[in-house]
């Protein structure tokens, strides 16, 4: 084939220039063809990217002004506030700039309903926030780099921390986006106490979060209610191991028992579940029999089974019998109940949780449960009280169907006409094991219908339960005292009043209302109802030295004969027994009538409180700053109660409540090896191997 000259290269150049052309204007007749029909789709997503690279990396929320943002910060949960830190490091620069504010939201507000003024101004704000990271050597994890000048992530702990105990708010996470809330009044929301050990949520970890995450525990600990694994008494707050505090978050604790040597505890975690450790003898730890029939003790916290399908939101520890309140309302008790406390219409012990449904309860929905010696005292979310155990010193706060020995006898006390009706009733129930039918219902009163028949015979329960008593596991016998109450019973006294919060003590019973007016009923022997005198009162009755002194309160606690409480301005009160200095009113043994202020002080200047717990011989206030103080101390290693005690609140040394520590380790101690001959157990594997090397050479 000849070769091509010049002009017929260049000839097919031309060509294929112009083929190149063609190609390109067909293309853009094509696009322009799909613009006119509205397909532009590639503009579209070019225009989409080119917006994506401008706004790559930033949040939406940042596009607000910083004066916008910082008046958000003081309006937001600590738990959306942790969440927003971790978008940007501009937004933990402004929590940092916004924490005064942040504080004086959650402090001052007198026109609310509760009336919070515990922040001045800016300048408390400031040395609120100073104090808080206070506690001395707490151990706490410190942030490094930039992190440490900015303490954004400190911060947001404290305000959980700030959050749960002055507004009450808490939540748990259940699975759902939305976290459930916690009721906005609990004994034990931080720290609580019984006559002989303590409890108090502290620490935690990055996955569980600091803000009292995690659980400590000291005092007496023969029975294994400090949860450490052995019978040992501790003087210092100790840590609980097994991933409390560092995996289970703790939001509840209630430390149970009384003046017969018998303690227990009760943990309730975010999730819901309950764990209890401690005195299994009387069934209030809910583990049920173990293979042998017997009630073990458990020396480490241990989940309640029979609760492990429910979600509760409220746990409570009594002397013998505990309590917990689960997400629907519903209340369920277990351990002994030879007073009625456990308000299953009869007086036979449970060791294992069963839900309480007698006295219309069943269809009430509680908010949460508070537990005495002997009774129970349960608010619903509409605000009303019901209450039934032992009725002795008017504890309960109504009256009651007196009992007697004597069915017949106490029958007549009740009148003739009712006294026929209830015996024919109770006669038919013995026969037939079911309440008389309509029909057969006697005629000397046609007016009884079946309805009040029925309230009637829950009336009078308490004379035999049913024969369905038992003085233990098993032994049946009638009811021993005449004030007992087996059903739960509306306090019908505080008809228009609505409670937000109820303290069971030993003998007597706080409550209060929605505007922090306080009501006591019980025993008053000692001056602990406050009253200003030391009788009884079988009914509640208001305190009137905080209203002539427009003092609202916010916290409260029932003890051993002494109360306690915290007001909106974040001052202490008690009042009742004063020896040891179990109450911080001095070591003499005075009978306190009258509310007196409790002075919480760090040298001159005045510590606030946000909560307080008393049991029998000390007690324990909660600063704002999260630190402790306690009043009077346990007896350990045999001594007295009170003998170390000053008489006023002194400070936990190195302790702080929402600080995050490091998760302890458990010491395991190694054993010395022993020598057996020429043997030695550690040694013995290489001596065996020598043995064998030396025979095969």
Not at 349 to 356: G, K, N, R, Y
């Amino acid at each position: 084939m000849p070769a091509r000259t010049a002009a017929e290269k260049l000839a097919r150049k031309q060509l294929l220039e112009e083929k190149k052309e063609a190609r390109r204007l067909a293309k853009e007749a094509k696009d322009k063809e799909r613009a006119a029909k509205g397909t532009n789709k590639t503009a579209t997503a070019g225009t989409q990217k080119s917006e994506q690279k401008e706004t790559k990396g930033e949040c939406y929320i940042f596009g607000l002004s910083e004066d916008t943002l910082s008046h958000i910060i003081c309006f937001l949960p600590s738990r959306d506030l942790g969440a927003l830190t971790l978008t940007g490091r501009h937004f933990s620069k402004l929590v940092v700039e916004s924490r005064v504010h942040f504080i004086m939201s959650r402090l001052q507000n007198p026109s609310g309903t509760k009336g919070i003024s515990i922040c001045k101004n800016q300048n408390d704000a400031r040395k609120i926030i100073e104090q808080s990271y206070g506690g001395g050597e707490t151990n706490r994890i410190r942030a490094k780099g930039k992190a440490a000048k900015e303490f954004a992530s400190e911060f947001v702990s404290y305000a959980r921390f700030l959050e749960e105990g002055v507004s009450g708010y808490g939540t748990q996470n259940f699975g759902g986006r939305t976290p459930a809330l916690l009721p906005p009044f609990v004994n034990g929301r931080f720290v609580s106490v019984s006559p002989e050990h303590s409890l108090c949520r502290v620490g935690g970890g990055a996955s569980s979060g600091a803000g009292g995450s995690g659980c400590a525990s000291w005092g007496i600990g023969k029975r294994g209610q400090l949860g450490h694994g052995k019978r040992e008494d501790e003087e210092k707050p100790r840590m609980l191991l097994g991933g409390i505090g560092y995996g289970i978050r703790i939001v509840q604790v209630s430390a149970g028992g009384g003046l017969v040597r018998v303690a227990h505890s009760l943990l309730l975690t975010s999730t819901g579940r309950v764990l209890s450790f401690g005195t299994g003898q009387y069934g209030a730890l809910g583990h049920g029999f173990s293979g042998g029939k017997q009630l073990p003790d458990a020396l480490r916290p241990r989940y309640v089974e029979g609760l492990g399908g429910i979600r509760c939101v409220c746990v409570s520890a009594g002397e013998l019998h505990s309590a917990a309140v689960t997400a629907d309302g519903d209340v369920y008790t277990w351990g002994d109940g030879f007073c009625g406390q456990l308000g299953h219409g009869n007086k036979t012990p449970q060791p294992s949780p069963v839900q309480v449904t007698e006295g219309g309860l069943a269809d009430e929905v509680v908010s949460h449960i508070s537990l005495g010696a002997r009774h129970t005292i349960a608010v619903t979310e509409d605000g009303e009280v019901f209450s039934w155990g032992l009725g002795h010193y008017g504890v309960l706060g109504r009256s009651y169907t007196p009992f007697d020995h004597e069915p017949e006898e106490a029958l007549l006390a009740l009148g003739a006409e009712e006294a026929e009706v209830a015996a024919a009733a109770v006669e038919a129930t013995d026969q037939a094991g079911t309440p008389a039918a309509a029909n057969d219902r006697p005629q000397q009163n046609t007016a009884w219908d079946f309805d009040t028949l029925m309230e009637h015979l829950d009336m009078i329960a308490n004379l035999s339960c049913l024969s369905n008593g038992a003085s233990s596991f098993g032994t049946p016998y009638r009811l021993e005292d005449s004030s007992d109450q087996c059903i739960p019973k509306l306090i019908d006294s505080l008809e228009g009043i609505k409670i937000h919060g109820a303290s069971a003590g030993h003998r007597h019973t706080l409550l209060l209302d929605e505007q922090g007016g306080m009501y006591s009923c019980g025993s008053g022997i000692t001056g602990c109802l406050g009253l200003g005198d030391t009788s009884s009162q079988m009914y509640p009755m208001r305190i009137k030295y905080f209203d002539d002194e427009a003092i609202r309160i916010m916290r409260m606690s029932a003890g051993v004969d002494m109360s306690m409480a915290v007001s909106t301005s974040g001052r202490v009160y008690a009042w009742g027994k004063t020896e040891g200095g179990r109450n911080g009113l001095g070591l003499q043994n005075h009978r306190v009538a009258i509310p007196r202020q409790v002075r919480v002080a760090s040298g001159d200047e005045e510590i606030r409180a946000v909560d307080v717990e008393c049991g029998y011989v000390h007690s324990i206030i909660v600063a704002l700053s999260g630190e402790l103080y306690q009043c009077g101390t346990v007896g350990l290693g045999g001594e007295a109660d009170g003998t170390n005690s000053s008489g006023k609140p002194e400070p936990v040394a190195d302790f702080n409540i929402w600080h995050r520590i490091p998760e302890p380790k458990e010491e395991v101690k190694k054993e010395k090896w022993k020598k057996y001959g020429k043997y030695e157990v550690k040694g013995r594997r290489k001596m065996l191997t020598e043995t064998f090397d030396s025979a095969v050479k």
